[in-house]
C-alpha cells in the first residue's frame, strides 16, 4: 500500500469518530498517540516503551472497556515509566477525547490492518504523517492552519538556503517541524555520505544540525511525532521565543520560519531584555530575534506579512536596524491565497547576517510573484513548479531542475543579467528616500493598463485604490488593537 492510500485511510477513520464528537483536530492529535505505538512496532523501536504498553496488548485485548481503560492509562503514565525522551515529550499531559471504547477498538483495528510494511523506509513513513498534517491544515474549522505552510514554499527556500553538512539551522516558530525536516531531508538527498556517518558526527546531524521552538503543546507534540518519523532526534522546546528562553537561541549558520501573525494579548510586549524595539507585533519582534541570532554569515528566509514592510514608528526602526546589521538582498512578494487565511498578503526576506553591524545593505532585489497571476487554490493547485522564474532571477542562471547543485551564493551580476519584469533592484539609497519602506517591487497590475485611453477615469480609479489601502491599513492597525 502506498504511502497517499496510508494516509487517505488513516484520514477517512476520522468519520468513525463523528458520533462521538471529535473534531479533525482532536482526531489527529488521538492518532498521534496511537499511530505513534504502532510504528514502534513497525520501525523497531517498540522497546521505548514499557512491555505492558506494547501495541499487541491493544490489539489482542477482546474486551472494548478494559482495552480503553489500558489506553487511559497507558496515557496518563507512560511518559513517566520510559527511558526515551521523544516519548516523555510526546505523552507529556496526554489525554484522551474519546469517550465510546467501541471507538477506541475500531481505530486499533483499522490501523493493524493496514499494510505497513510494504513501506518501511523512514522518510516514507514521515511522508505519511506529513500528509496527515496537511489535511489537518486544510480543515479550516480546525483552525489548524497556523501549523502548516505550504511544503512547494518550505522546499524552494531551503533549496535557495542550501544548508551545509556540520551547520546548525533553527525554526524559533517550528510548528510540525516542516522547515527543519525539508532542510534535513535536502541535506541527505545531496549528500550520501551523510548515511554512513558514525559517532560524534552522526550524532551531531541527528540531534544538533536541527532545532526549533514551538510555543502551542499540541503542535508542539505533533513536531515531536513528525521529526522521530524522519528518523530525527532534532531538540524540539515547547515554550515562547519571546521570552527569556528565545535569549538563549544564537549563533546559527542559518534559519528557515514562518512566524506566527498578529499581536499580543492585550498588546502585551515580549519579555525580552536584549531586543532594542519591543512592539506588540509578534512578526516584528520574530524578525528581531531571528537576525539577532544568526552568526556572522548566517543566513535567514523568513516569511513574513506586508504589515511588515510599511508598518510605521518601531516598524521602521526594526527595518532599518535590519539593513545595517543585515545584507537584506532579497524580497520575494508572495501571490495570495495560498496560505489558510485568504486573502493574507506574506513575503519572504531573505538575508545575510554581516560581519560589522552597520551599512550591509546595499541594493535589495524584489521578485513579484503575486501581480497578474493565478489564484490557486483546487483548480490551480500550488507547486513548485510556480517558482521557477524566481529560482532564474534568484541564483543569476541556475535552471530549477538543477537547483540542487546550487551552493547558496549568487553573483551579483549575473542577477542583473537575467531579463524580467518581476525581477528589478532598488538602492538602499532609494529606500532610505521613502522612509525605509519595503512595500515595493510590485509591477503593473494589468486592469490598470491602457492610461492614455483611459485619462480621467483611471485617475478616480488610482485615488479610489490608495483611498482602498488607506483603510486597509486603518482596518489592520485595528485589528491588532483588538487582538
Not at 65 to 86: K, M, P
Not at 135 to 158: D, H, W
Not at 391 to 415: C, H, Q, S, V
Request: aromatic share 10%.
Amino acid at each position: 500500500m502506498s504511502a497517499q492510500e496510508i494516509a487517505n485511510k488513516l484520514w477517512n477513520l476520522c468519520n468513525v469518530l463523528r458520533d462521538d464528537g471529535v473534531t479533525y483536530h482532536q482526531y489527529l492529535n488521538e492518532l498521534t498517540y496511537i499511530l505513534f505505538l504502532k510504528l514502534s512496532e513497525v520501525k523497531g523501536f517498540a522497546n521505548d516503551f514499557p512491555e505492558k504498553y506494547r501495541w499487541e496488548k491493544f490489539v489482542k485485548e477482546t474486551d472494548n472497556v478494559a482495552a480503553f481503560n489500558l489506553y487511559r492509562e497507558f496515557l496518563a503514565t507512560v511518559s513517566n515509566e520510559t527511558s526515551s525522551e521523544s516519548v516523555k515529550e510526546i505523552y507529556t499531559n496526554a489525554s484522551t477525547t474519546l469517550t465510546k471504547p467501541v471507538n477506541f477498538n475500531t481505530l486499533v483495528q483499522a490501523i493493524d490492518k493496514l499494510d505497513w510494511y510494504e513501506e518501511t523506509d523512514r522518510d516514507v513513513m514521515g511522508d505519511i504523517y506529513e500528509s496527515l498534517l496537511e489535511k489537518n491544515a486544510g480543515e479550516k474549522k480546525s483552525g489548524a492552519g497556523q501549523y502548516f505552510t505550504p511544503r512547494p514554499l518550505i522546499n524552494v527556500m531551503v533549496k535557495l538556503m542550501a544548508p551545509k553538512p556540520g551547520e546548525r539551522w533553527n525554526d524559533p516558530a517550528c510548528g510540525t517541524f516542516g522547515f527543519m525536516i525539508s532542510a534535513n531531508q535536502y541535506l541527505l538527498d545531496k549528500y550520501d555520505y551523510l548515511y554512513s556517518l558514525e559517532g560524534k558526527a552522526r550524532n551531531f546531524q541527528l540531534e544538533d544540525a536541527m532545532s526549533g521552538v514551538e510555543l502551542v503543546a499540541d503542535a508542539h507534540r505533533l513536531a515531536l511525532m513528525n521529526a522521530r518519523l524522519h528518523g530525527m532526534e532534532s531538540r524540539i522546546m515547547l515554550g515562547d521565543t519571546l521570552t527569556s528562553l528565545g535569549k538563549g537561541l544564537k549563533n546559527f549558520d542559518g534559519v528557515l520560519a514562518n512566524p506566527p501573525f498578529g499581536t499580543k494579548k492585550g498588546g502585551e510586549r515580549p519579555t525580552r531584555d536584549d531586543l532594542t524595539f519591543l512592539t506588540s507585533n509578534k512578526q516584528l519582534n520574530f524578525l528581531q530575534h531571528i537576525y539577532r541570532s544568526l552568526k556572522p554569515g548566517g543566513k535567514a528566509a523568513v516569511v513574513l506579512p506586508d504589515n511588515v514592510l510599511f508598518e510605521d514608528g518601531d516598524g521602521q526602526h526594526i527595518r532599518k536596524d535590519l539593513m545595517e546589521k543585515c545584507n537584506l538582498h532579497t524580497i520575494l512578494r508572495l501571490p495570495t491565497g495560498i496560505f489558510y487565511a485568504a486573502g493574507v498578503k506574506t513575503n519572504v526576506l531573505f538575508f545575510t547576517r554581516g560581519k560589522k553591524d552597520e551599512a550591509n545593505t546595499q541594493n535589495i532585489w524584489f521578485y513579484d510573484m503575486r501581480t497578474n497571476t493565478p489564484s490557486y487554490g483546487k483548480r490551480t493547485p500550488f507547486t513548485e513548479k510556480a517558482f521557477d522564474d524566481l529560482i532564474l532571477a534568484y541564483t543569476g542562471g541556475t535552471k530549477p531542475e538543477d537547483l540542487m547543485e546550487f551552493d547558496g551564493d549568487f553573483d551579483e551580476a549575473k542577477r542583473a543579467e537575467i531579463q524580467d519584469e518581476r525581477w528589478q533592484k532598488i538602492s538602499r539609497e532609494t529606500i532610505a528616500a521613502k522612509n525605509d519602506t519595503l512595500d515595493l517591487g510590485l509591477i503593473a497590475d494589468s486592469s490598470l493598463t491602457n492610461a492614455e485611453d483611459l485619462g480621467e477615469p483611471l485617475d478616480i480609479a488610482k485615488e479610489a485604490l490608495h483611498e482602498l489601502k488607506a483603510i486597509e491599513k486603518e482596518l489592520n492597525d485595528l485589528i491588532k488593537e483588538l487582538a
